[in-house]
């Protein structure tokens, strides 16, 4: 998403906007996705902070006729928020969830539940997490080597 973001800037900046900012990337290039909180460059911006880039852009008082050169409407500022926060708010919950996979209560507490009381959530916990190299096999147990189609 970030990419195609920043893409999006380039043309802007080569055209009419010169001084818009880039929205960070904190996760590092593929195939490998790492997250990195802290590594954004100078001319980045997080997405939590896109609100205040685009107030600037933003209708203030579309009663007052004080629109004609603000590009985003009010309402659409307020969207924009909202998803920035809430993309934020994930970014900022990622590390602590990321630790999850490699805690051993919680492979097991998930192992107990899809081999004794939940099969149909196996499979969409397997589809799911296989995204992520992980899988479930019939002994219930996470891991990236092992056979998830039984």
């Given at each position: 998403?970030?990419?195609?973001?920043?893409?999006n800037?380039?043309?802007?900046?080569?055209?009419?906007?010169?001084?818009?900012?880039?929205?960070?990337?904190?996760?590092?290039?593929?195939?490998?996705?790492?997250?990195?909180?802290?590594?954004?460059?100078?001319?980045?911006?997080?997405?939590?902070?896109?609100?205040?880039?685009?107030?600037?852009?933003t209708?203030?008082?579309?009663?007052?006729?004080?629109?004609?050169?603000?590009?985003?409407?009010?309402?659409?500022?307020?969207?924009?928020?909202?998803?920035s926060?809430?993309?934020?708010?994930?970014?900022?919950?990622y590390?602590?969830?990321?630790?999850?996979?490699?805690?051993?209560?919680?492979?097991?507490?998930?192992?107990?539940?899809?081999?004794?009381?939940?099969?149909?959530?196996?499979?969409?916990?397997?589809?799911?997490?296989?995204?992520?190299?992980?899988s479930?096999?019939?002994?219930g147990?996470?891991?990236?080597?092992?056979?998830?189609?039984?």
């Open positions: 998403m970030a990419a195609q973001v920043n893409t800037i380039s043309v802007l900046q080569a055209t009419s906007y010169p001084n818009v900012v880039y929205v960070c990337n904190p996760f590092s290039a593929p195939p490998e996705y790492n997250y990195q909180p802290d590594n954004f460059l100078a001319n980045t911006v997080r997405i939590g902070d896109i609100p205040k880039v685009l107030k600037v852009f209708c203030s008082d579309p009663n007052n006729g004080t629109c004609e050169n603000e590009l985003i409407s009010s309402s659409n500022y307020k969207t924009v928020e909202s998803y926060n809430s993309v934020q708010s994930l970014r900022n919950a590390p602590g969830m990321e630790s999850l996979v490699e805690c051993q209560s919680v492979k097991d507490a998930f192992s107990e539940i899809l081999r004794n009381h939940c099969k149909p959530l196996k499979r969409n916990v397997t589809d799911g997490l296989g995204v992520n190299g992980l479930v096999n019939d002994h147990v996470f891991g990236s080597d092992m056979d998830s189609t039984s």
